[in-house]
C-alpha cells in the first residue's frame, strides 16, 4: 500500500536502460556460441527472468558493476534433461526465447507466474507448429511443453503483438531451412524495427516487403559475439515525460538516443501536440509542460505501453482526449484500457472505453482517492505520476511489481520531489 501527495517536481534524472534491447542482446549473445560484452545493460525481474532460463541452459553470466558490463559466455549452450524455464512475467522473454529454444533440438518446458500463464501464445505456437516444432499440449496458455528441432518453411501469422514476429525473426535464420513469414496483421511495428536493427548488426540475410508483412529469412546462418552497449530506455522515460506535462513542470532526462528504434519516443511528439515544449541536447531531453494542457486524437497502435501515462496525462488537460487504435493494450499484463478506465474513474475523471480505444474527458482537476495496480508496474507507475498533480492524496495497493521492468522508479520520482 502507497499514498502519494500532491508536488511539484523538476530536475535531472538518469533513465534506466532499454528492457526491449537488453532482452534482445541477451538472447543474440546466448546463440552466439562465443563471449559476448553488454554495456550499460538493463537489471529488473524481466532481464532477471531471461538470464535464469538462458542459466539453465548451460549460458554463463559475468557482471562487472565498476565497469557496468555483462559478459556472456555461451561456449557451453545446451538443453538437457527437459528442463522447466520459468520466465516470471518477462512476455518479452517468453515469446522471444521460444524458437530459439527450439532450434537445439531438445525438449524442453516453458512456464512463468499468473499473469503470464494468462497471457495468449496460440497464434505463435501455431506458426512454430508449422516450422517443424512440436508441442506436447493442445492448449491455449502456459506452461507448454515443446519438443522437435525448428526446421523452418513457411507460416502466416496474425501478429496482435509484435513480439510474435519477432521471435520468428531472431529464431529462423538458425533453421536448416529458408523461410518464408506472412503477416497479414502487425501491430506495434517499432519493435519489429528494433529486432530487425539487430539482425542488421549481426549481418543475418533476410529479405522483408515495405509494410513488413512479408519475409523471406535465409537458413543456416549464426549469432556471432559482439560488444555493444544498451540505450536508455524510452518506456521508461515516458513516465517523467508525462509527468512534466500534467504538472506543468520542467524535467531532463538523461541517457536517450534520439536515433534510437524504439517505438516509444514517439510520445515526446504526441506531448508536444498536447502544448508541451521539447528540448534534445546529446543524449538528454527535457520536456516543459505546459499551463494548459491541449486535448487531441492520437493513435497509439505502435505504441500501446505508453497509454497508462497518457492516460493520467490526458486526465489533466482541458479537452478530451482520444487514445486510439489501440486494443494490443488489451493483452498486456492487464487490460489496460479497462484497467485505467476504472481507476480514473474512481479518481472522479469521466472515461468511456470502446473495443481498441479509451476517451477521458477532463475537467482540469483530478480527485485522490484508491487505486488498483492488479500487479502491473506500467499501471502503478502511472498512478503514482497522476498524484503529482491530485487535489487530495492517491492509495495505490501495492508498488513491487514496478520492479519488473523499474527498480529505481520511485527513488528517482523521490529525486525529483527534493529538486522542488
Same mark, same amino acid.
Given at each position: 500500500?502507497?499514498?502519494?501527495?500532491?508536488?511539484?517536481?523538476?530536475?535531472?534524472?538518469?533513465?534506466?536502460?532499454?528492457?526491449?534491447?537488453?532482452?534482445?542482446?541477451?538472447?543474440?549473445?546466448?546463440?552466439?556460441?562465443?563471449?559476448?560484452?553488454?554495456?550499460?545493460?538493463?537489471?529488473?525481474?524481466?532481464?532477471?527472468?531471461?538470464?535464469?532460463?538462458?542459466?539453465?541452459?548451460?549460458?554463463?553470466?559475468?557482471?562487472?558493476?565498476?565497469?557496468?558490463?555483462?559478459?556472456?559466455?555461451?561456449?557451453?549452450?545446451?538443453?538437457?534433461?527437459?528442463?522447466?524455464?520459468?520466465?516470471?512475467?518477462?512476455?518479452?522473454?517468453?515469446?522471444?526465447?521460444?524458437?530459439?529454444?527450439?532450434?537445439?533440438?531438445?525438449?524442453?518446458?516453458?512456464?512463468?507466474d499468473k499473469q503470464l500463464c494468462l497471457r495468449p501464445i496460440t497464434?505463435?505456437?501455431?506458426?512454430?507448429?508449422?516450422?517443424?516444432?512440436?508441442?506436447?499440449?493442445?492448449?491455449?496458455?502456459?506452461?507448454?511443453?515443446?519438443?522437435?528441432?525448428?526446421?523452418?518453411?513457411?507460416?502466416?501469422?496474425?501478429?496482435?503483438?509484435?513480439?510474435?514476429?519477432?521471435?520468428?525473426?531472431?529464431?529462423?535464420?538458425?533453421?536448416?531451412?529458408?523461410?518464408?513469414?506472412?503477416?497479414?496483421?502487425?501491430?506495434?511495428?517499432?519493435?519489429?524495427?528494433?529486432?530487425?536493427? @539487430?539482425?542488421?548488426?549481426?549481418?543475418?540475410?533476410?529479405?522483408?516487403?515495405?509494410?513488413?508483412?512479408?519475409?523471406?529469412?535465409?537458413?543456416?546462418?549464426?549469432?556471432?559475439?559482439?560488444?555493444?552497449?544498451?540505450?536508455?530506455?524510452?518506456?521508461?522515460?515516458?513516465?517523467?515525460?508525462?509527468?512534466?506535462?500534467?504538472?506543468?513542470?520542467?524535467?531532463?532526462?538523461?541517457?536517450?538516443?534520439?536515433?534510437?528504434?524504439?517505438?516509444?519516443?514517439?510520445?515526446?511528439?504526441?506531448?508536444?501536440?498536447?502544448?508541451?515544449?521539447?528540448? @534534445?541536447?546529446?543524449?538528454?531531453?527535457?520536456?516543459?509542460?505546459?499551463?494548459?494542457?491541449?486535448?487531441?486524437?492520437?493513435?497509439?497502435?505502435?505504441?500501446?505501453?505508453?497509454?497508462?501515462?497518457?492516460?493520467?496525462?490526458?486526465?489533466?488537460?482541458?479537452?478530451?482526449?482520444?487514445?486510439?487504435?489501440?486494443?494490443?493494450?488489451?493483452?498486456?499484463?492487464?487490460?489496460?484500457?479497462?484497467?485505467?478506465?476504472?481507476?480514473?474513474?474512481?479518481?472522479?475523471?469521466?472515461?468511456?472505453?470502446?473495443?481498441?480505444?479509451?476517451?477521458?474527458?477532463?475537467?482540469?482537476?483530478?480527485?485522490?482517492?484508491?487505486?488498483?495496480?492488479?500487479?502491473?508496474?506500467?499501471?502503478?507507475?502511472?498512478?503514482?505520476?497522476?498524484?503529482?498533480?491530485?487535489?487530495?492524496?492517491?492509495?495505490?495497493?501495492?508498488?513491487?511489481?514496478?520492479?519488473?521492468?523499474?527498480?529505481?522508479?520511485?527513488?528517482?520520482?523521490?529525486?525529483?520531489?527534493?529538486?522542488?
Amino acid at each position: 500500500m502507497l499514498t502519494l501527495s500532491k508536488f511539484k517536481p523538476s530536475g535531472t534524472i538518469t533513465i534506466p536502460s532499454s528492457k526491449s534491447h537488453t532482452i534482445r542482446a541477451l538472447l543474440i549473445a546466448a546463440f552466439a556460441k562465443g563471449i559476448s560484452y553488454i554495456k550499460n545493460p538493463l537489471q529488473s525481474e524481466d532481464t532477471k527472468s531471461a538470464i535464469k532460463i538462458l542459466t539453465s541452459c548451460g549460458v554463463l553470466f559475468t557482471y562487472n558493476p565498476s565497469a557496468n558490463v555483462l559478459t556472456v559466455d555461451s561456449t557451453n549452450l545446451n538443453l538437457e534433461n527437459n528442463p522447466i524455464l520459468d520466465c516470471g512475467n518477462s512476455g518479452t522473454t517468453l515469446y522471444l526465447c521460444l524458437g530459439l529454444l527450439a532450434s537445439l533440438n531438445s525438449p524442453f518446458t516453458l512456464t512463468g507466474d499468473k499473469q503470464l500463464c494468462l497471457r495468449p501464445i496460440t497464434p505463435l505456437v501455431d506458426a512454430y507448429k508449422a516450422l517443424g516444432v512440436k508441442v506436447e499440449e493442445e492448449k491455449d496458455h502456459l506452461p507448454l511443453t515443446f519438443t522437435g528441432k525448428l526446421k523452418g518453411g513457411a507460416c502466416s501469422i496474425v501478429c496482435k503483438t509484435s513480439q510474435y514476429l519477432s521471435s520468428l525473426l531472431l529464431s529462423l535464420p538458425l533453421a536448416e531451412k529458408e523461410s518464408i513469414i506472412d503477416c497479414p496483421l502487425l501491430y506495434e511495428k517499432p519493435y519489429v524495427g528494433m529486432t530487425l536493427s @539487430w539482425l542488421d548488426k549481426q549481418n543475418i540475410k533476410y529479405e522483408k516487403s515495405d509494410d513488413l508483412a512479408h519475409y523471406k529469412i535465409y537458413p543456416n546462418q549464426n549469432y556471432k559475439p559482439f560488444n555493444d552497449f544498451i540505450p536508455g530506455d524510452y518506456s521508461s522515460a515516458t513516465f517523467f515525460f508525462c509527468l512534466a506535462a500534467l504538472t506543468g513542470s520542467t524535467i531532463t532526462v538523461n541517457g536517450l538516443v534520439k536515433e534510437d528504434s524504439q517505438g516509444d519516443k514517439e510520445v515526446l511528439t504526441i506531448l508536444e501536440k498536447m502544448g508541451c515544449l521539447v528540448i @534534445w541536447e546529446g543524449t538528454s531531453v527535457s520536456v516543459k509542460g505546459p499551463k494548459n494542457l491541449k486535448g487531441g486524437h492520437f493513435d497509439l497502435n505502435a505504441i500501446p505501453d505508453s497509454i497508462a501515462a497518457l492516460a493520467v496525462t490526458a486526465a489533466y488537460a482541458t479537452e478530451p482526449v482520444y487514445l486510439e487504435n489501440v486494443a494490443n493494450a488489451r493483452i498486456k499484463e492487464t487490460d489496460r484500457i479497462a484497467v485505467m478506465k476504472e481507476n480514473l474513474t474512481s479518481l472522479k475523471v469521466k472515461c468511456e472505453d470502446t473495443p481498441d480505444s479509451l476517451i477521458i474527458y477532463p475537467t482540469g482537476v483530478v480527485h485522490g482517492g484508491f487505486v488498483k495496480g492488479y500487479e502491473d508496474h506500467r499501471i502503478i507507475m502511472a498512478m503514482a505520476i497522476c498524484s503529482a498533480n491530485s487535489i487530495e492524496p492517491i492509495t495505490i495497493d501495492e508498488e513491487k511489481a514496478v520492479d519488473v521492468t523499474f527498480p529505481t522508479f520511485f527513488s528517482l520520482l523521490n529525486l525529483l520531489k527534493e529538486a522542488e
